[in-house]
């Protein structure tokens, strides 16, 4: 099979898993988590055999595998085709994503509890509760997801989409896999629908994404409108046609074209990559479970974001003042939820606002002008990510565990609940101590730290002091709250029973932790720049050449600067942030206050509430839209102005009615009628012999007619 | 030679004695056979048209095979009817059979 | 007069004769053999037409099939045949007056017509080409519409008198 047909048909697998599932098995569990699991490992094994297969040709990005059909007739003789392409970018996109989401749906096996009883008051749409073992020494243990065929269902659906959207070759589709992933969010989300939390959150995240993405649909038209045409290399691989719309006005902002549709299409990131403004739906999509956090909440779709302003940066770049939007957005992101994510308790929301933090850094990235480094970071932030949100997924099961066996009732997601769970869970603690040193960037073995270093480089030999401060200083906080993550949750002693008997996860569990931490740690190896001292030049910089030839203008960037001085920083930020969150964590004991909100109160409680912008946006835009529609809408509009009009029209009708009643229908119509159905029934009883019930009479009756009919017809027509 | 006005009388003859049939015996078998006679009379009509004024044309014959598809079909449900009639009233005499008496 | 037409007057005597008495004879299973004469004349009456296809195809579906339907119907239903009463209607003369008119009315209005004297001409040799006709029953620029419509109508039709004729109580 060649690789495009290979390629065409790496969504489809995921697809047909999602459509038996569903219409089919979803009365077996085990068949379905088969169906979703094969498929999601054809796919894989598709996605690798077509990476292994470019990764080592030479000019793929001028010459890219594109294989496309003509799709929807746009006039005359021409078409909108649609088709699937391979070039560097799209490659190793497709390689985190099938990595990232075949051990996922593994994962998700053992996280649902397969092979576990039944729960004794399980229902649809809330978490499982636990079962109960008859027998001798009666004690509870997990019990199965009621609903997992639909999980592996939705996951399923969500893989094609992610899928469909990497290996596609225009912004349509893109967009179609865009939006089907934003269904499965909300899907996804409110999984566990009973829960007014997880529904809230779902609509949120909904609602919040649809801002995005409409601002993303109206850059797709307005693309679509200057340039004829969606296909990727058509426009961004089109210098001339670039220039054109960089030095055409918009008429809009004073911006260029480019700079026009560019910011359009990036606000769509902004809503999927969670930036601020738009950032509020991603700690709250934290209510679904926990794969779902790890796939689309930290490894695929909000990577789905960068990956489409990677895209679209050769356009972006076109303008200068769309670039300095992408980089104060993306550094100010990284800051800002690195500072929440320092304060916040729940296991997961530290890492959903690192996650924030993060795809700001990219973006920060993207701004500066360094895109192989944030195409890097996209790549080894996929693997660690989604490592440390399984891992806290494995945390919270192992925890759950415990308080099953205690019957406390407690958080099991709140890191002051945990503690010493190092010794409890030896793998976990391992391999989320791996994730977590390459989300801080330890220095040398990690990916993260390959990949932050670059960024941090990019943003120094471009000369964007203000960005290189911000990123450092949200790197060294970012090393911080991960240390506080890490000591908090496995170092020291337990601090609650849960926690002294928490308990190590299943295998389906623990295995993608161990194939992701390797991952995490050698994704970073194929980055390492050549200048760099000792070991620089050891290993080829593959990514460097591999990713960078996409950029028409290849070469500058990377000339620019060897500088030692980034390099330097990163290490101190992120060695020091490590040692400034064991030195404030260590020590904790149970039922101690957080050291921050001991020293600085006030700014505790503040990072703790995230900077009020969840209440801000309620005052600013739920309130009103809630006054506009049952004050104003409700009240005013409908039941004074147009329920009045519909209520004279109808008295007006009323009237209308009542005269013609009066005055035509009961005196003319009336008798007459009366006098007809008098009449009919005496016609009907003198007609009533001939209906005899013997249909030799009728016929003799129907047939005499017709002669007689016959006979006439002739008469006066045939012979006349 | 035959002419064509000889069949067309025959046919319209053995048309009316099957219509005669169909409406003034009492018995429903006889009117079935009755309806019998009246088809057989069209298919002689089709059969003489053909041969006489479209002799290599083939509507006709189709026509024909048609009339002798639709008699089979007819007999079959005609005696299919009268025999769940005889099974319900046991009788077979339309004359009884007036439940739609006004 | 030739042989041939000397032949068919025979001929159409015989068959309205039994015809004649398939409807008024008093016994209905004598009815039904009259009836088997009258399609076997017309069988005859076929053959004259130089449509030897029609006329053996008369005699198998005709008297093969559907007369002897008759014939079963008719011993199926014997115990209530009543052969001794009359066995046409009281009021029979006004059928009788209808088609007499009929007929009167058929024949006048076709002796105007201007081929009622018509001779036949020589039969060409394709129109007694069975082959052709059958192929033209399947033909889908021909009358394999018309064909695959009639064997619908027998499916149902055997259906249906099946689900008429099946006894529900046993």
């Known amino acids: ?720 | 030679m035959i002419p064509l006005s000889w069949y067309l009388i025959f046919a319209a003859a053995l048309f009316c004695t099957g219509l005669f049939g169909v409406l003034a015996r009492k018995n429903a078998i006889a009117i079935l056979i009755g309806i019998e006679l009246m088809l057989n009379s069209v298919n002689i009509n089709l059969l003489a048209f053909w041969r006489y004024l479209y002799a290599p044309d083939l509507s006709a014959l189709t026509f024909v095979a048609i009339v002798l598809v639709a008699a089979a079909a007819e007999t079959a449900v005609g005696l299919a009817l009268i025999i769940s009639v005889y099974r319900r009233r046991s009788t077979v005499v339309v004359d009884d059979i007036s439940l739609m008496k006004g | ?170």
Request: aromatic share 12%; charged share 10%; proline share 4%.
């Open chain 3, 1 to 170: 007069m030739t042989i041939v037409q000397v032949f068919f007057l025979l001929v159409a005597a015989v068959t309205l004769f039994a015809g004649v008495m398939a409807v008024s004879t008093r016994r209905i299973m004598h009815a039904a053999l009259w009836l088997i004469l009258t399609l076997f004349g017309v069988a005859v009456s076929f053959a004259i037409l130089e449509s030897a296809f029609f006329a053996v195809v008369q005699v198998v579906v005709y008297i093969g099939a559907i007369a002897i339907l008759l014939v079963f119907a008719i011993m199926l239903t014997r115990q209530v045949m009543v052969d001794t009463g009359p066995q046409l209607n009281r009021g029979w003369w006004i059928p009788a007056l209808l088609v007499a008119g009929l007929y009167a009315a058929l024949v006048g209005v076709l002796s105007t017509w201007s081929s009622f004297q018509a001779l036949p001409a020589a039969l060409p040799a394709e129109a007694s080409d069975l082959g052709r006709f059958g192929l033209a029953l399947v033909d889908a620029n021909a009358y394999v519409i018309p064909f695959e419509v009639a064997s619908v109508l027998l499916l149902g039709a055997l259906v249906g008198s099946i689900f008429v004729a099946t006894d529900r109580k046993g």
């Open chain 1, 1 to 720: 099979m060649n690789t495009q047909t290979l390629l065409w048909l790496i969504p489809l697998p995921p697809l047909l898993a999602f459509a038996l599932i569903i219409l089919v098995t979803n009365r077996w569990k085990a068949l379905s988590h088969s169906l979703a699991i094969g498929a999601a490992v054809l796919s894989w094994l598709a996605s690798m055999v077509v990476f292994f297969s470019v990764v080592r040709v030479e000019g793929l990005s001028e010459n890219p595998i594109v294989s496309s059909i003509p799709w929807m007739p746009t006039g005359a003789d021409s078409w909108f085709r649609i088709g699937v392409t391979l070039d560097p970018l799209s490659a190793v996109t497709l390689f985190f994503v099938a990595w990232t989401v075949l051990t996922i749906f593994i994962y998700s096996v053992g996280y649902h509890n397969f092979g576990q009883p039944r729960g004794d008051h399980d229902v649809p749409g809330l978490p499982p509760e636990g079962a109960t073992v008859k027998g001798k020494g009666a004690h509870r243990v997990p019990s199965v997801e009621p609903m997992y065929s639909r999980f592996f269902a939705f996951i399923s659906l969500f893989a094609f989409a992610m899928y469909t959207l990497v290996v596609s070759d225009n912004l349509l589709t893109l967009y179609i896999g865009w939006e089907i992933m934003g269904l499965c969010s909300y899907l996804l989300i409110g999984f566990w629908y009973a829960r007014k939390t997880a529904r809230d959150a779902a609509v949120k995240a909904f609602l919040t994404t649809r801002v995005g993405d409409v601002f993303m649909l109206l850059g797709l038209v307005g693309l679509y409108k200057a340039t004829g045409t969606l296909n990727y290399h058509a426009i961004f691989g089109n210098e001339e046609l670039l220039h054109t719309l960089g030095t055409t006005a918009s008429g809009v902002l004073g911006l260029s074209q480019a700079g026009l549709y560019g910011l359009l299409l990036f606000i769509g990131t902004v809503g999927k990559s969670a930036q601020f403004p738009l950032h509020v739906w991603l700690p709250d999509a934290m209510e679904g479970p926990t794969p779902v956090s790890a796939m689309i909440h930290a490894a695929t779709m909000v990577s789905a974001g960068v990956y489409l302003s990677i895209r679209i940066f050769p356009l972006v770049s076109q303008s200068e003042t769309a670039l300095l939007v992408m980089s104060i957005i993306g550094a100010f992101t990284a800051l800002f939820a690195a500072t929440i994510a320092g304060a916040q308790n729940d296991i997961k929301r530290v890492l959903a606002y690192s996650t924030i933090s993060q795809l700001g850094y990219m973006i920060a990235a993207l701004g500066v002008g360094a895109y192989v480094a944030a195409a890097f970071h996209l790549v080894t932030h996929a693997f660690f990510k989604a490592l440390l949100f399984l891992g806290s997924g494995s945390v919270i099961h192992g925890m759950e565990h415990g308080v099953l066996h205690t019957n406390e009732h407690l958080d099991p997601q709140d890191m002051w609940n945990m503690g010493g769970l190092r010794k409890k869970m030896p793998l976990t603690f391992w391999t989320f101590l791996i994730g977590g040193f390459a989300l801080s960037g330890f220095p040398l073995v990690t990916a993260g730290f390959w990949s932050k270093d670059e960024i941090l480089s990019g943003a120094f030999a471009g000369g964007h002091w203000v960005v290189f401060g911000t990123l450092a200083l949200a790197a060294l906080l970012t090393a911080f709250y991960t240390m506080r993550q890490i000591t908090l949750t496995f170092l020291g002693q337990p601090r609650t029973k849960a926690a002294a008997h928490a308990h190590e996860t299943p295998a389906t569990m623990t295995l993608p932790l161990v194939v992701l931490a390797f991952f995490a740690v050698t994704a970073g190896w194929v980055g390492i720049p050549t200048y760099f001292p000792g070991i620089g030049g050891l290993i080829n910089p593959w990514f460097e050449e591999f990713v960078g030839s996409m950029l028409p203008a290849h070469g500058e960037a990377a000339e620019a600067g060897h500088s030692l001085i980034p390099l330097a920083t990163s290490l101190v930020v992120a060695l020091g942030g490590l040692y400034l969150g064991w030195l404030a964590y260590s020590k904790v004991q149970a039922g101690q206050q957080d050291p921050i909100a001991r020293a600085v109160p006030g700014v505790h409680r503040l990072l703790q509430n995230k900077y009020y912008i969840d209440e801000l946006y309620q005052k600013i835009f739920v309130q009103p839209a809630r006054w506009i529609s049952e004050t104003f809408s409700y009240r005013i509009v409908d039941r004074t102005i147009i329920d009045g009009v519909l209520h004279g029209i109808g008295r007006g009708g009323l009237g209308l009615g009542r005269f013609v009643r009066n005055q035509i229908d009961m005196p003319v119509w009336n008798r007459f009628l009366e006098w007809l159905s008098a009449r009919i029934p005496a016609l009907g009883r003198s007609l009533r012999p001939l209906q005899s019930g013997r249909v030799q009479q009728y016929m003799i009756l129907a047939i005499t007619v017709a002669v007689l009919v016959g006979v006439l017809f002739y008469y006066f027509f045939v012979l006349a």
